[in-house]
């Protein structure tokens, strides 16, 4: 089976801040792991993804994720933030073995000015 | 870039009726997929197709079905819209490559009165 867990419903951020929105997960095998963002009434749009190498990955938008393995997470970071970037963030994990991808139930992120 | 086309982003019917939502990606993907979100809950899986005239059942199945008649479309069937499936829809694309991630439409919000 594999599940991914977004611990935090909102995550409140002010500008210029740094933010961190945390993802875990649970496969049986090495995960492959995406994070998504949702702005709204709007479809999801992908950010950023690991698949193997190295652990910081840089995606869209001057996010970037960590993935640990021993930790089993993969928290999504920006050094900065923006009002733009409130928006719901979604983690997604699969297992290699299996065909379909596994979302948490998003976080909320709201960037203060 | 890769288009999802969802036709219909509102649609409003009542009790009963038979709803058609339809998704065309434009870049001769494989792999195709619906799911609802609903707030609190994440995304969750209906159904997906890996090829023309085929499909798979998701984590959430009933009271839908979905067909697959060309490579490029993929319809979300509710055979008799019930009030609980008063939701947003959102439709999904990915090509081949196993690691690669999925394409979202902009989703579809359906109202059942």
């Known amino acids: 089976a594999q599940s991914v867990a977004q611990p935090e419903d909102q995550v409140n951020v002010a500008e210029g801040n740094p933010l961190t929105v945390k993802c875990t997960y649970s496969?049986?095998?090495?995960?492959?792991l995406f994070w998504y963002v949702q702005y709204p009434n709007r479809g999801l749009q992908f950010l950023l993804k690991?698949?193997?190498?190295?652990?910081l990955v840089k995606g869209s938008y001057g996010f970037e994720a960590e993935f640990n393995k021993s930790q089993t997470s993969f928290h999504l970071k920006k050094p900065s933030a923006l009002v733009s970037d409130s928006a719901l963030y979604f983690c997604?994990?699969?297992?290699?073995?299996?065909?379909?991808?596994?979302f948490g139930k998003g976080t909320m992120l709201l960037v203060s000015p | 870039d890769v288009k999802v086309t969802q036709s219909s982003r509102y649609l409003v019917k009542r009790t009963g009726e038979k709803v058609f939502l339809e998704c065309v990606q434009d870049m001769d993907h494989e792999n195709m997929f619906w799911y609802r979100q609903d707030p609190g809950l994440g995304l969750r899986l209906i159904y997906f197709s890996y090829d023309v005239k085929m499909k798979e059942k998701g984590d959430i199945p009933e009271g839908y079905s979905v067909s697959r008649e060309k490579k490029e479309r993929f319809s979300l069937i509710l055979e008799s819209a019930s009030t609980n499936q008063t939701s947003m829809y959102l439709c999904?694309?990915?090509?081949?490559?196993?690691?690669?991630?999925?394409?979202f439409g902009e989703g579809s919000r359906l109202t059942v009165l």
């Open positions: 496969v049986s095998g090495n995960p492959y």
């Open positions: 999904a694309s990915r090509g081949t490559v196993n690691t690669g991630e999925l394409f």
């Open positions: 997604a994990v699969r297992d290699p073995g299996y065909s379909t991808l596994t």
């Open positions: 690991y698949i193997t190498g190295d652990n």
